[in-house]
């Protein structure tokens, strides 16, 4: 059971627009999300976070919102640029626990045409 | 400063053959995992560290085992590799406080 969705597998934008990625989680103990973004052969490098007790947290082009309600966040990238084009992970944690584990989603891979 | 370092790169094994991967991460973190990728799977985790000396099972833990015996190092062993097993493997860790995890470059294992 996929407790980290992220449902647009793929995602082209032009260079310069806005990309917004899109992920919804079903465990309401989650209190902290993440988003990672991942080039082939490499890694994923830690990009973004944001504390259930925010709505909105930005970081120069990026900026992820929480909607706890809906229990949805996206991550809005602007503008975006050709060096974007990546896997973007979302990635949720619960405080409860020692163990600081991570429930991530599938990924959305997100292409950013010149 | 290195981050996190996975030895080796590149590893190409018949069924039945054993191996270990090893990590090393020179940040003092206390929290280290072992993951999988694989195609439309996204990252799986197979085992996890909460400190020195200590392990425990994650989401797909079976055919392989770790070991944690010096905090900066995380070792996964395949004792008897599978074709399933091919993958890429990456290691992780963070430190007390924190939630991002930092990943190293990983390993991308084919059984064959």
């Known amino acids: 059971d996929q407790q980290v969705k992220q449902n647009s597998p793929s995602l082209s934008v032009q260079e310069g627009r806005i990309s917004i990625l899109n992920c919804d989680y079903t465990?309401?103990?989650?209190?902290?999300f993440l988003w990672y973004k991942k080039y082939p052969a490499e890694g994923p490098t830690f990009l973004i976070s944001?504390?259930?007790i925010k709505d909105k947290n930005e970081d120069g082009r990026f900026t992820v919102f929480l909607n706890k309600s809906a229990k949805h966040l996206s991550l809005h990238i602007v503008p975006s640029q050709p060096g974007d084009s990546a896997v973007y992970f979302c990635?949720?944690?619960?405080?409860?626990?020692?163990?600081?584990?991570?429930?991530w989603g599938l990924g959305t891979s997100l292409a950013v045409n010149p | 400063n290195a981050g996190v370092t996975q030895t080796p790169k590149f590893r190409v094994l018949k069924t039945g053959q054993s191996m270990t991967l090893l990590c090393a991460q020179d940040?003092?973190?206390?929290?280290m995992y072992w993951y999988r990728q694989d195609p439309g799977m996204g990252l799986r985790l197979i085992h996890y560290?909460?400190?020195?000396?200590?392990?425990a099972k994650g989401e797909v833990p079976d055919g392989y085992n770790v070991s944690r015996l010096k905090k900066q190092n995380f070792l996964l062993g395949l004792e008897s590799a599978a074709p399933s097993q091919t993958s890429v493997y990456f290691c992780?860790?963070?430190?007390?406080?924190?939630?991002?995890?930092?990943f190293g470059p990983g390993t991308r294992l084919t059984v064959t």
């Open positions: 992780a860790s963070t430190g007390t406080g924190s939630y991002e995890q930092y």
């Open positions: 940040m003092n973190h206390e929290y």
């Open positions: 560290s909460v400190g020195e000396g200590t392990t």
């Open positions: 465990n309401s103990m989650f209190d902290y």
């Open positions: 944001i504390s259930s």
């Open positions: 990635a949720a944690s619960k405080h409860a626990g020692n163990n600081r584990k991570l429930i």
